[in-house]
């Protein structure tokens, strides 16, 4: 029952907020955040939870929904799900506190489609039926689509209608996928239904597989931002308001990553065996397109997106090695480059409300104007980067470290494609805080809700750098959920 | 037992003479509009027991499928008489009693085209309502774009009636009968059957506004007052489209192999050519019109997939269909008055609505999130169903069209939604909508919502009645 309060309480929030918003919208704000931290405090005594066997999960709700089709409402939750829900709550609480000066009209509408879009998110992690989990997956994208088209920048609408055109038009096909695996398992059984457990059990065979797969695999692809479908990511991230970008980028690229490893690898396990060559060296291709274009940009915003797809790419390689090891690497990635890009688009958006400019070419020097945004700049740049020390290094190392065993030239591949990602880097660093100031500025430094979100989120990522084992043993159980499928050689 | 069967048609009858009397007697809009709705409640209530009665009189068939679709056509027309009520309150440049009226007679001609079993009533059916939509459409004579999409809704109705008339007469020449079971039996595969099916699909075909058939189709939405736009849209369909699923399950009916090629090839051209020419459009209405192409073209998708879930997607998009398109007239509707020279319903009229009148703008995006599609709104159920449907029956070039066409429609959809949610442009003072408008806009909402967060009670009630 706790996980149907997890998804209540935020679309209750939400929905309360948008009233209030109108005459009161402190309250509405105070509102969303204590549902966020209600919702963290239902969530985290979850992980000591236990269900029964078969598999390791920590707890489980199950209702009929639409018998009709044998969809029910069944959610359940296990150490991946649980990691990422932690996550999806605490960067919302962070995206509404971010919020508290930025968002200045429509607070209430703005705050309940964070909340919705939150609870969508929520939903799509913990949902096990396969209607319900694609009903989330819709839903978190309506509310996002406003936040980005009303509160944005400049180029909004554009940047929303791609958005929602790439991640609608890609769910059709998990649509199509998910339909014809129900039927298929109707026709082996003679029940219909939409059960993911169920569907377990039939594997779909050959070519049909082959096309089942293939819808999932696009669709998680485009959500994920992998190179050749990632044309949406940058645009949206750049044009949506802070909070949005932080949503976006922490919590909702995550959700593709999710889904390849929950749904594509068990579900269709032969075929997506036979795409994983493929699926590597896109992966590697994402690795160095994000880089290079990266380093391109003379938009600050828009270079952090790319890095996104750089990053997004070594998930990518993760997911399709199939080793226990890769797998632990991709949640661990999915966490600390949610934390440290969180961060990240957090100290944009307050470059642009202080010099009212994303433009690298008009900063410069804003290490003495600027200094604690400056050094917590440079700290989230390098943990991005993947400096040893900090989260990103150990997910990243992870991945590697499992490609290796079974793909070594991939593995040689992505380790090169750091090279550019320190080229990247350091340039934005040395561009955005250090040379000569492009104009006098007196702009207020960092205060106090500022360096206690960016301390906050510092800690996070030093502490994943330097013991990340509490993290790992989490995950391992939940990974054994996947594991049925058996590690092949295919790949050497 | 025959009797109590046809209640339904009864009571209609009755209210519309009743509602005439009361006109001569006295003119008053608001009792014209409440002896309407007693009429419409009233045959709504007889349903149950009529169902119970069920019968065939030979001209006339009372089964669980026509009174269903009985039900669903005085759902849908009673949503239409309280969106109208309030839209023609204001009116003083023409009598507004007769609107009611005609409302009534086409609704009374709907339902006895969704029970007819003889082409005689079938034509009697089809002409009572056409006549009485053309008065609707036509109503605000002062209007020119009413009178020329009422005089276009007259040609090319009368048109269309003539393929009917010509294709009922060859049918009845090939096997000497005008009743639906003993013809299809009869003639089964005569050049002369073909010929007077293929015209009687020709005028289905206008009724129903599919490619090949749908060049009236934006003008008249355009042209006519919101709530007659609405009644042509969602009530005229929901009847044509009873007779034709009524017809089509009578042994020996079903499609040939060549019918079933001209009616996919109608589709898809249906799905992708509505969902094309809506992209260009800056009228509401217009927009409406060419979406419902697109949305008859989906529904041939489920007609086409036969089977027992075929069947209910069917039933299913239609309901989805009449609740949709009858809430994104209405709130038309509720924002337009009569009086004005033109209703309010060009694109660039909605701007801003989410800041100045944020309730209906919600509902407006949630009938426009119902029309694309996606959750929370039923029409995320409904496109899923048909999709069942199609895969199930490996239609699959068909599925995909369905595809490509709702990511086209996207576009305009959004771009209706983003118009909403820009600034306005002037911060005039916003007049308060009236309390049966309200109180309408918020049903339709709170339906869309909710049948489509928990469609189960649904998809069971139209098991029950439909069987």
Known sequence: MSLVWLLVIPLLGGALAWPLGRAYPLLARIVCLAALGLDLGICLPLLHGTLAAPGNWLAGFNAPWIPAFGMSFRLKMDGMSWLLTVLTLILGMFSIVVSWKEIEDGVGFFHANLMWSLAGTIGVFIALDMFLFFYFWELMLVPMYFVIAIWGHENRRRAAIKFFLFTQGSGLLILISILALAFFHQRQTGVLSFDYFALLQTPPPGAFGFLVMLGLFIAFVVKLAGFPVHIWLPETHTEAPTAGSVILASILLKTGAYGLLRFVVPLAPQAAHGIAPVALWLGVASIFYGAVLAYGQSDFKKLIAYTSISHMGFILIGVFVFNTLAWQGVVFLLIAHGVSTGALFIIVGSVQHRLHTRDLDRMGGMWTDLPKLSSFGTFFILAAMGLPGLGNFVGEFLILRGTYAVAPVVAVAAAVGLIPAALYSLIAIQRAFHGPADAARAQPDFGARENAMMLLLAAAIIWLGVYPQPILDVTAPALQNLAAVPVTAMLR | ?467
């Open chain 2, 1 to 467: 037992m025959i009797f109590w069967s046809a209640a339904p048609l009864l009571v209609l009858a009755g209210a519309v003479a009743v509602l005439l009397a009361a006109i001569a007697i006295r003119r008053s809009f608001f009792w014209s509009s409440a002896i309407a709705g007693a009429g419409l409640l009233g045959a709504l209530a007889v349903i149950p027991s009529a169902l119970q009665a069920r019968g065939a009189a030979g001209l006339f068939v009372f089964d669980a499928a026509s009174l269903g679709f009985a039900g669903l056509i005085l759902a849908a027309s009673l949503v239409i008489l309280v969106i109208a009520y309030p839209y023609w309150r204001g009116c003083t440049k023409v009598p507004r009693e007769e609107f009611p009226l005609l409302l009534l007679l086409a609704t009374l001609g709907a339902c006895a085209l969704a029970g007819a079993n003889n082409f005689i009533t079938l034509f009697l059916g089809l002409e009572t309502m056409t006549l009485a939509m053309i008065g609707m459409i036509a109503y605000p004579r002062y209007r020119g774009q009413a009178e020329e999409a009422g005089l276009k809704y007259l040609i090319l109705s009368g048109m269309s009636s003539g393929f009917v008339l010509f294709g009922i007469g060859l049918i009845e020449l090939g096997c000497g009968s005008l009743d639906f079971g003993r013809a299809l039996a009869g003639g089964a595969g005569t050049p002369m059957m073909v010929a007077g099916l293929a015209m009687l699909g020709v005028g289905a075909g206008f009724k129903l506004s599919v490619v090949p058939f749908h060049f009236w189709v934006p003008d008249v939405y355009a042209g006519a007052p919101a709530p007659g736009g609405a009644y042509v849209a969602v009530v005229a369909k929901i009847a044509v489209l009873a007779v034709l699923l009524r017809v089509m399950a009578l042994p020996g009916a079903g499609f040939s192999a060549g019918a079933v090629h001209a009616a996919t090839a109608v589709a898809i051209l249906s799905m992708l050519i509505g969902n094309l020419l809506a992209l260009m459009q800056d009228n509401l209405k217009r927009v409406l019109g060419y979406s419902s192409i697109a949305h008859l073209g989906y529904l041939l998708v489920a007609i086409l997939a036969e089977g027992a879930i075929a069947h209910v997607a069917v039933l299913f998009y239609l309901v989805t269909y009449a609740i949709t398109m009858a809430g994104a007239f209405g709130v038309v509707a509720v924002l337009s008055d009569a009086d004005a020279p033109r209703d309010m319903d060009r694109i660039a009229d909605l701007r801003g609505m989410f800041w100045t009148r944020p309730g209906l703008a919600a509902v407006m995006t949630l009938m426009l999130l119902s029309l694309a599609g996606i959750p929370p709104a039923i029409g995320f159920i409904a496109k899923m169903y048909i999709m069942a449907a199609g895969i199930h029956t490996d239609l699959w070039v068909l599925i995909g069209t369905m595809v490509a066409s709702s990511v086209i429609g996207l576009f305009y959809y959004l771009n209706i939604i983003i118009v909403m949610s820009l600034k306005p442009e002037a911060a005039g003072v916003v007049a308060g909508l009236s309390l049966p408008g309200r109180v309408t806009m918020a049903a339709v909402g709170f339906a869309v919502v909710g049948f489509g967060v928990a469609p189960q009670p649904l998809i069971a009630l139209l098991r029950s009645v439909f069987g």
